[in-house]
C-alpha cells in the first residue's frame, strides 16, 4: 500500500527515518516450515549414531516433539505480534475516532509499532485524515450558518428595536416564541416576559381568542386568498391586569400543503403587533361622555320649552298678537336647539365610528359566534336564519353585545326559542333577534343602554358599542306573523363587501325541460293538501363539470339549505364537494370556482348522494331549474342505492306562472325583480339561499292565484310544462 503524501506528512521523523517494521509472523512460519524437518532428520541421525536400536520410533519421538515445539513458537509469535498488535491497534483506532479535528492532520498511528498490521495501520492514518477533514468542513459549515443565523438575529432584533409597536410571535397554545422590547414597554414589564410562558398571563384572552377564531375560520374556509385583510385581523384588549388598553393586529403564521396536496394550508401559529391605546381609547371615552352629555343635555330644555309653548297655548287671556309673537319665538328656539343637536349628534356618531377599530364582517360568521358564545348550557337556543350579508363593525364587542341582549330578553320574557337573522333595508343591515311572545316595552330597551358589558373592553355599555356603529336598538311586533316580536339592531354594511365570482352565470345554464323529469303526479295524500306555508322544504342546488350529464359530465358539490315554518334555517346546511373522477374543464371553472385539486380527495357521488338524501328526508325538495339538477342525481340513484322520490317544486316553473313567460325568469333575474339582495352568489350553497327566498317571497303571490296547498302549485308548475311541450312539438 502507498502512503498518501499527506499521511507521510504526518508521520513523525523518527518512524520515518528508522528501518521499515519487521514481518514476523511470515518469518516464523517459514522457519517452523524449513526447520522442523530439518530439526527432526538431524535429531534422528544424531540418536541412531548413539545408539538408539529404532530409528523410526526415535525419528517420530524427536518429530512430536518438535511439532509441539514448533505449534507454541507460532502460537507465541502470532498472539505477540499479530493478536495484541491488533488489540491495541483497535485501541488506537477508537481514541482516533474521538480525537479533536484542531490540527490539520487527524491523530496518527506509529506504524514502526505494528509490523505485520501495517497496511492496516496505514488505512486507519488515511481515514483518520479524512474524518480530521470532515470534522473541519462540518465545524466550518456550522460556524458560517451561525454566522449567518446570529447576523439575521441582530437585523431583526434591530428591526424590532425601531419599531413602535410591540411585536409578538406565539404558537396555537399562546404560547411567546419571540417579542422585542417595545412589547415590555407596552405592557409595562420590567422583566422578561418569558420564552415559552403564555401570551394569556399578561392579555386577556377573549380578544385574542376569538380573533384566532376568525382566522381560522377564515382560512379552513378558504377566504383568506382573497379576502380584503388576508390572513390579518384587528382586535381591541387589556392587559389582564385592567390597566393598559391595547389595539392589536393579528397575522396568522400558515403552513403550506405539501406540494401536490390540494388541502388547505393550516394555522401554526400567529404575530400579533401592539400598541398602547389606552390614552386614545380614555380620551375616546372621556370625549363619548362629554358628547353624550351635550347632546342628550339639550333634550331636557327642548322638553321644557315645548312644555312652555303648550302652556301659552293652554292660556286664554294672552291676546292673540302677544300669543303668536310668543309662540313663534319658542318655536323658533326649539328648532334652533332641535337642528343643533341633530347635527352635534351626527358629527358625534361620525367622530367615534371614525375612532373605533372596525372591518367588514359575513353575518353568518358573526352570528355564529354569538351562537357559539351563548352556548349549549344556556337555557334557551338561538337559531340562524334569513340570507346572509356583510357588515361593517367591530365583531368581538357585537358578539358581547347580542349575547347580553339574547340573555336580557331572556330574563324578561323567558322564551326559550330566539332566532337570529339580517336583513338589508335602506342604508342599513338589521340585525334582528326575534322570538314568540310579546315586544320589549321601550322604556326597558331604553334602560339597557346604560348598562355595562361585563366582558367589554374598558368598561363599555350597551349604549357605548350602539355609539361606535352609528346604532340604536327598539323592540317591536313583526308585522304579518302574529304574537312574534323582535329586537331590531341596524348595523352599517360593509364598506368593500367581497363577492364569490365576479362573472355572471345567468347564461351559463340554460333553461332544462326533461318532461319525464318536470311533469309530477299529484301528491294525493294529507302532504298534497297542507298548505304552503305549513311544509318542511330543501332548497337544494348543484355545480357540475358541464352541461350534459348523458355524455360524462358529473356532479362537483351539492349544497341544500331548510326552509321550516316559514323561516330559512341558514344554520341547518348541507354542503358538499364531490370527486367527479375526471378533470373539471378550465371553462367551466369561471362559473362556480371549483378547480381539480379542490376535489381530489372529496368523497365520490355514491358516497354523498346517501348523505344528501337523508338530509331531504321528509322534505319537498325545490331548486331553480330543476329537471338540470333532478337529471344528474337520478343518474346516479343506482350506484349510491338510493331513491329520489320526494316531491320536487322548480322556482324557474313557479316564476312563469306567476309573471308570465315574457321577462327573465333566471334567479338573477327573479331576485332583481323581487327586491332580494343577493350575496354570495354563484356557488351552490349561495345559490340554494337565494332560491329559497324567491320561494319564499312566492308563497304569498301563489296564494293570490289560488295555489294555496302543494298539489296546487304541482298542478301549476304541470301546466306550464305541457305547455312547453306543445310549444316544442309544434
Not at 323658533?332 to 367622530?351: I, K
Request: hydrophobic content about 45%; glycine content about 8%; aromatic content about 6%.
Amino acid at each position: 500500500m502507498t502512503v498518501p503524501a499527506e499521511s507521510a506528512q504526518a508521520v513523525p521523523a523518527s518512524a520515518q527515518s528508522a528501518s521499515p517494521p519487521r514481518r514476523i509472523i511470515p518469518l516464523a512460519f517459514r522457519a517452523v516450515g524449513f526447520g522442523l524437518p530439518l530439526l527432526s532428520i538431524g535429531a534422528a541421525v544424531a540418536l541412531h549414531n548413539a545408539g538408539s536400536e529404532d530409528p523410526f520410533v526415535t525419528y517420530a519421538v524427536v518429530m512430536t516433539a518438535a511439532v509441539t515445539a514448533g505449534v507454541w513458537g507460532l502460537w507465541w509469535a502470532v498472539d505477540r505480534h499479530l493478536l495484541r498488535a491488533s488489540e491495541t491497534l483497535s485501541r488506537e483506532a477508537g481514541l482516533i475516532a474521538h480525537g479533536s479535528a484542531d490540527g490539520r492532520m487527524g491523530a496518527r498511528v506509529p506504524l514502526a509499532r505494528y509490523g505485520d498490521l501495517v497496511p492496516m495501520a496505514r488505512a486507519i492514518n488515511d481515514l483518520s485524515d479524512k474524518l480530521a477533514a470532515a470534522r473541519r468542513d462540518t465545524a466550518r459549515a456550522v460556524a458560517e450558518s451561525t454566522a449567518k443565523a446570529e447576523e439575521q438575529k441582530t437585523r431583526l432584533a434591530a428591526v424590532l428595536r425601531d419599531l413602535h409597536e410591540g411585536v409578538l410571535v406565539c404558537n396555537l397554545k399562546h404560547q411567546i416564541l419571540l417579542y422585542n422590547q417595545t412589547a415590555l414597554d407596552i405592557l409595562h414589564l420590567t422583566g422578561d416576559l418569558g420564552l415559552g410562558r403564555s401570551l394569556l398571563h399578561f392579555v386577556v384572552a377573549e380578544p385574542v381568542t376569538h380573533t384566532l377564531e376568525r382566522l381560522t375560520l377564515r382560512v379552513r374556509e378558504g377566504r383568506h386568498v382573497n379576502h380584503e385583510h388576508g390572513t390579518t385581523a384587528q382586535f381591541v384588549g387589556a392587559t389582564t391586569d385592567g390597566r393598559i388598553l391595547l389595539a392589536g393586529r393579528m397575522s396568522a403564521i400558515l403552513q403550506e400543503a405539501p406540494e401536490g396536496s390540494d388541502a388547505l394550508p393550516s394555522i401554526t401559529g400567529y404575530v400579533i403587533t401592539l400598541s398602547d391605546a389606552t390614552s386614545d381609547l380614555a380620551a375616546l371615552g372621556q370625549r363619548d361622555a362629554l358628547l353624550r352629555e351635550a347632546t342628550e343635555g339639550f333634550c331636557a330644555p327642548i322638553a321644557n320649552l315645548r312644555a312652555v309653548l303648550e302652556t301659552l297655548e293652554d292660556t286664554p287671556e294672552l291676546g292673540p298678537e302677544e300669543r303668536a309673537a310668543f309662540q313663534a319665538a319658542l318655536m323658533e328656539s326649539s328648532n334652533t336647539l332641535s337642528e343643533r343637536l341633530a347635527h352635534v349628534t351626527a358629527e358625534y356618531r361620525t367622530v367615534v365610528t371614525g375612532s373605533w377599530p372596525m372591518s367588514d364582517i359575513h353575518s353568518n360568521n358573526l352570528i355564529n359566534l354569538i351562537r357559539h358564545r351563548v352556548g349549549p348550557e344556556a337555557q334557551y337556543g338561538v337559531t340562524l336564519t334569513g340570507l346572509p350579508q356583510w357588515v361593517h363593525g367591530d365583531s368581538y364587542s357585537l358578539v358581547i353585545l347580542f349575547g347580553y341582549l339574547i340573555e336580557y330578553v331572556h330574563a324578561l320574557t323567558a322564551v326559550a326559542a330566539y332566532d337570529l337573522s339580517v336583513e338589508p333595508e335602506g342604508q342599513w343591515i338589521y340585525l334582528d333577534i326575534s322570538w314568540q311572545g310579546p315586544a320589549v316595552p321601550s322604556g326597558i330597551v331604553d334602560s339597557w343602554l346604560d348598562h355595562p358589558l361585563p366582558d367589554a373592553l374598558g368598561g363599555l355599555t350597551v349604549g357605548d358599542v350602539l355609539q361606535h356603529h352609528k346604532s340604536t336598538m327598539w323592540s317591536e311586533p313583526v308585522k304579518g306573523q302574529e304574537g312574534r316580536s323582535r329586537l331590531r339592531v341596524p348595523l352599517p354594511p360593509a364598506l368593500k363587501p367581497p363577492s364569490a365570482h365576479t362573472t355572471a352565470r345567468s347564461s351559463s345554464r340554460p333553461e332544462f325541460f326533461d318532461f319525464n323529469l318536470l311533469h309530477q303526479p299529484l301528491a294525493t295524500s294529507e302532504l298534497g293538501r297542507t298548505p304552503l306555508d305549513q311544509l318542511h322544504y330543501v332548497v337544494f342546488d348543484t355545480e357540475t363539470t358541464g352541461l350534459s350529464p348523458s355524455t360524462g359530465d358529473e356532479i362537483i358539490q351539492i349544497a341544500a339549505v331548510r326552509i321550516v315554518g316559514g323561516r330559512i334555517l341558514t344554520g341547518e346546511t348541507f354542503n358538499a364537494l364531490v370527486n367527479p373522477k375526471r378533470s373539471i374543464p378550465p371553462e367551466s371553472i369561471p362559473f362556480h370556482g371549483i378547480t381539480d385539486a379542490m376535489v381530489t380527495d372529496k368523497p365520490t357521488i355514491d358516497k354523498v348522494l346517501p348523505q344528501f338524501r337523508s338530509f331531504v328526508s321528509g322534505a319537498v325538495m325545490i331548486a331553480h331549474n330543476a329537471a338540470f339538477d333532478l337529471k344528474f342525481l337520478k343518474m346516479k340513484e343506482q350506484a349510491a342505492g338510493v331513491r329520489f322520490d320526494s316531491p320536487v317544486l322548480d322556482t324557474m316553473l313557479l316564476s312563469r306562472m306567476l309573471l308570465g313567460e315574457g321577462g327573465d325568469h333566471t334567479l338573477d333575474g327573479i331576485a332583481e325583480r323581487l327586491g332580494i339582495e343577493v350575496v354570495d352568489r354563484h356557488t351552490a350553497l349561495g345559490d340554494s339561499l337565494v332560491t329559497a327566498a324567491v320561494f319564499l317571497r312566492m308563497v304569498e303571490m301563489l296564494k293570490e292565484r289560488g295555489a294555496h296547498t302543494l298539489d296546487d302549485a304541482i298542478r301549476g308548475a304541470n301546466m306550464i310544462v305541457e305547455l312547453a311541450a306543445r310549444e316544442r312539438a309544434f
